[in-house]
T-cell receptor, first 110, second 115 residues
Framework: KQEVTQIPAALSVPEGENLVLNCSFT??????LQWFRQDPGKGLTSLLL?????REQTSGRLNASLDKSSGRSTLYIAASQPGDSATYLCAVYGNNRLAFGKGNQVVVIP | GAVVSQHPSRVICKSGTSVKIECRSL??????MFWYRQFPKQSLMLMATSNEGSKATYEQGVEKDKFLINHASLTLSTLTVTSAHPEDSSFYIC???????????FGSGTRLTVV
C-alpha cells in the first residue's frame, strides 16, 4: 500500500521567503505525481503535475521536482506572498489509485 | 481546462434525513468519478469509485447502503448520504480523471453538518 508523507506538517514564513515543501512516498512504481492547493473549506486546485518520466515541472513561482527512485518530490515556491497561505497536498498515482499525503499547512506572514 | 462542479457547497440537515450531493463534469465526459471524505487536518480518504452505467466500487469499511452512489450519465455522479447521523458530518469531495492522463481535477467540496 502506498504511503505518502509530507513534511513539515505546518510552517510559517515571512513574506518574501522561499518555501520548500517535501513529499515522500514508499512505492516508487508511480505513474505521476500531482501537487494541489487547498484553501480552508474548499476543494483542491491542481498546481503541478509531474509524469513519472519527468524530473521537474515549473509554473510561474512554483517548481516541483521528482526523484522517483528515492520516492521524493519537493515543491518550491519562490518569493512567498500572503496569498500563498493554504494547505498543499501531494498525491501520487499508481496501481490505479491516487494516494494523498496529509498536507503542508503554510502561513505566509505579511 | 477540465472542470468539475460540485453542489451544494454546504448543507445542514437533521439526523435521520438523507442528503444528495451532485458532481458534474462541465467540459468533458467522465466515465469514472471518485468520492472522497476529508476529516480536519487529514488527507483525503477514498470512499468509492463511481462508474457510468454500472455499480460503484466501494472501499473497505465504507457502507454502500449508507452512501449511495449513482452515475447515470457521462457528466453526472451523485452521492446520497442516507439516514444521516452526526458522525457523518464531514467534508466530501468528488474528483474525475482528466482525459489523456493529465492528472485529476476536483470539485469544490461539500461541507455536511448533521444536527
Amino acid at each position: 500500500k502506498q504511503e505518502v508523507t509530507q513534511i513539515p506538517a505546518a510552517l510559517s514564513v515571512p513574506e518574501g521567503e522561499n518555501l520548500v515543501l517535501n513529499c515522500s512516498f514508499t512505492d516508487s512504481a508511480i505513474y505521476n505525481l500531482q501537487w494541489f492547493r487547498q484553501d480552508p473549506g474548499k476543494g483542491l486546485t491542481s498546481l503541478l503535475l509531474i509524469q513519472s518520466s519527468q524530473r521537474e515541472q515549473t509554473s510561474g513561482r512554483l517548481n516541483a521536482s521528482l526523484d522517483k527512485s528515492s520516492g521524493r518530490s519537493t515543491l518550491y515556491i519562490a518569493a512567498s506572498q500572503p496569498g500563498d497561505s493554504a494547505t498543499y497536498l501531494c498525491a501520487v498515482y499508481g496501481n490505479n489509485r491516487l494516494a494523498f499525503g496529509k498536507g503542508n499547512q503554510v502561513v505566509v506572514i505579511p | 481546462g477540465a472542470v468539475v462542479s460540485q453542489h451544494p457547497s454546504r448543507v445542514i440537515c437533521k439526523s435521520g434525513t438523507s442528503v444528495k450531493i451532485e458532481c458534474r463534469s462541465l467540459d468533458f465526459q467522465a466515465t469514472t468519478m471518485f468520492w472522497y471524505r476529508q476529516f480536519p487536518k487529514q488527507s483525503l480518504m477514498l470512499m468509492a469509485t463511481s462508474n457510468e452505467g454500472s455499480k460503484a466500487t466501494y472501499e473497505q469499511g465504507v457502507e454502500k447502503d449508507k452512501f449511495l452512489i449513482n452515475h447515470a450519465s457521462l457528466t453526472l455522479s451523485t452521492l446520497t448520504v442516507t439516514s444521516a447521523h452526526p458522525e457523518d458530518s464531514s467534508f466530501y469531495i468528488c474528483s474525475a480523471r482528466v482525459q489523456g492522463g493529465d492528472g485529476y481535477t476536483f470539485g469544490s467540496g461539500t461541507r455536511l453538518t448533521v444536527v
